[in-house]
């Protein structure tokens, strides 16, 4: 845990990225796309590694609200219905802290498995 804290979250105009920055001067541009593929929710995460979902085909996929949990997360709620992860600021400084490494990775398993970001799909992780 890291006990990051946000400054400034903000939605880009066209809902494709959120930027959040935070007290220790970080600042992360967080695609939409990005977010919702890395999704902190049971449907994408699973109960355990094993049960790890690999979302395809969300490209285009844009940020439609953002919800206030506490004072310590928001909920995403994404033009493709998915509205159930919860990102507490530590989940958002992780993600910006990875983003090259999980995306990197994130289209190594599209390949490997014959999908793409184009075309909607969901296969368990290994």
């Known amino acids: 845990m890291t006990d990051a804290w946000p400054t400034e979250i ?3 105009k066209d809902h494709s990225a959120l930027t959040i920055a935070f007290e220790d001067g970080s600042s992360f541009t967080l695609a939409a796309e990005y977010l919702r593929v890395e999704s902190p929710s049971a449907e994408v ?3 355990s ?3 790890r979902q690999l ?3 969300k490209r285009e996929v844009r940020i439609a609200e ?3 949990v506490g004072n310590y997360a928001v909920r995403l709620v994404f033009d493709d219905g998915h509205s159930t992860g919860i990102y507490t600021w530590d989940t958002f400084h992780e993600l910006g802290r990875e983003q090259e490494a ?3 990775r994130y289209q190594q398993e599209l390949a490997s498995r014959n999908l793409s970001r ?3 799909g969901t296969v368990r992780r290994h």
């Open 45 to 47: 995460q699973g109960h």
């Open 10 to 12: 903000k939605v880009h």
């Open 118 to 120: 184009d075309t909607p």
């Open 66 to 68: 953002v919800i206030p």
């Open 102 to 104: 999980r995306w990197t």
């Open 49 to 51: 590694a094993a049960d």
């Open 55 to 57: 979302v395809a085909g």
